[in-house]
């Protein structure tokens, strides 16, 4: 029998062809368009219709199943642009994940879909690298923006987190390319932070100057820190010209300047007098009717006061702003202080969405006097109306959003709403489609609120509810305990009751970080038991793919869990037979899982995990110690 020869070495790569190959460089690969074709001409076919109108279909397709768009992007060349074409309208550039982002931004300009994206948000919350203006990401982004003709919206939430004894957050402002590449018609929404230190005022003032004027700005958030009055006037001042200049700003959603919070050196208004230094409107001045506003904190001034040295208008400063401003137009009132709300509330006519979220005694009084029809309702508890239903239901024939929520403080009962109360609500709330509120456990039987989730699922238009059980300050957890098995559960009683709900999330307490606490402060080095041990999870039903083993539509989630370790808990989850692990050992996500999976550690085990955190904090500054030695010694 003749040998076989063999052809390999025919297409084996010689010396100098390996060399040319490792020189190559290779360019990713355009894949042709084709036009769709009917199967059947004398039938009805996608391939008939418009462009446009095949992108409205996918639009609503994916605003409903935003997973669904990738099995769409797969069947043909075709719809595989006008997929990505949808999923490109809202492009978030992050730039803590610069890498990614890059190649999301290249992929989107090598298909030429660039003119498709309609919102761009661009956030960090990284450190100083991100306020260099030579960043890489932000020098593409410059160039890119005069292509995005489509652009409509444009986000910037850039902050650095500054250490020493000045440590706090600062907002970054949008560099001067950036802002001189914004197309006609955009709508800027962005934010001024700064620290009590000059070098951010200064920085502060210089972003306001380049915004005076500016068509494109509509929403800015103002957070102010100073300890020296001067300083504050002067940023003042340029805020100032800033909402006497945009014609388009009418959103303020936050307006915070105040004095240094927390900490062990207090701060606040001079007693013997100071100078004034808010902003100082007067003789008709005013910013454009606004549509969204929210303040915390304002140094208003007040004629004759010692504190306010140079105002120089008459009486009361909020006085001013009650009678000149234009109330008429506003949508969405975020808080309110004390001294404007019973003069505005009669005046919010167009009054649509009310969040009252700081503690204050007024809430009662105030939603009471407002009668507009208000689509949306958030209250920092149940006490802040009073625990009277009729606060609320009086808006039943608008009311579409509903949250009744206060976080956990130490010391301080909270205040729940009885299953009576919400009877009464879902009686006069027919139109309600969201409901967020705290609740608790059954006390005596300790159990769960059964009488309370039946209230609930009595909503005729519920689609999605959110509940927040008390967890406590420290060992031992109420029972029962909230975990993954619980939550899935939970969600099946109320789905028994109403087939309506789409979506319940759950949370096992709700610690709050006040940050005006000086205890707060030393969180990094005390760890809380009841942050470490909150946990959350998200239910919702799922209407595509193939029919689970189980028959079981729902999907259970821990969002503060990647999609891997969500997968690992779900597999966890099904073992019956678990061996306890190592606290010592575990880091901060494991630690979660650990929670999401069997519940808050108890008193032994949240001293072996601190035990084990401390023991990893030592190697970690032993470590860098050693690093920094080594860096001198060169």
Known sequence: MPSIRRFTHIFSPTHSQQRRSQETQYAPITIVERELVPLNHGRPSIAQLPEHVIRLILTFYYDHQPEGIQTVALLCTYMYKQARYIQHRHVHINLDKSGHILARLDLIKRLGQLPA?????????????????????????????????????????????????????????????????????????????????????????????????????????????????????????????????????????IIDVWYPRGGCNGYGPPLTGGAYCGLGLLDGERPPALEELGMRDYPWGLEGAPQCQGYSAKGYEWDYWIDAFDWSRLVRLNDVPTCLASGIAPKLTALRELVLEELSWLQADFVRDITSPLELISLSGWGRVNSNPNFISRFGATLQRLRIHEPERRGEAGTFITPTDLIHLSKNLLHLRHLALDIDRDVDTQEWPYSALDAIATFPSLRTVELWLPLGMAPPAPTPILIESSARYLFRYLRERNGNIQQLTLHSGAPSNNASSYLSSLIDFQPSWAIHNSVSFVCKMIYSGETPPEGDWSTVSCPDLSAEMNAQLHQLARQANRKLPDYKKLNRDELCMRVALDGPLDAIGWEAWKVGQQKIEQRTVLGRLAASSKGIWK
Not at 149 to 166: K, V
Not at 168 to 176: D, F
Not at 181 to 200: A, I, M, W
Not at 213 to 240: D, H, N, P, W, Y
């Open 117 to 253: 994206v309609r919102t761009l948000r661009v956030s960090s919350r990284g450190h100083g690298t991100v306020r260099k203006e030579g960043n890489e990401v932000l020098a593409n982004l410059a160039t890119m923006l005069l292509s995005m003709t489509g652009l409509r919206h444009l986000h910037w939430d850039i902050g650095w987190t500054a250490s020493g004894p000045h440590k706090g957050t600062m907002a970054v402002p949008i560099p001067g390319p950036i802002l001189a590449s914004l197309p006609l018609g955009l709508r800027l929404h962005t934010s001024v932070c700064c620290d009590d230190t000059r070098e951010s005022h200064v920085q502060a003032r210089a972003f306001l100057n380049r915004l005076a004027g500016s068509q494109s700005l509509c929403t800015l958030s103002v957070r102010v820190t100073f300890i020296e009055e001067q300083t504050c006037l002067e940023t003042m001042c340029a805020l100032k010209e800033v909402l006497l200049s945009c014609p388009n700003l009418i959103r303020l959603p």
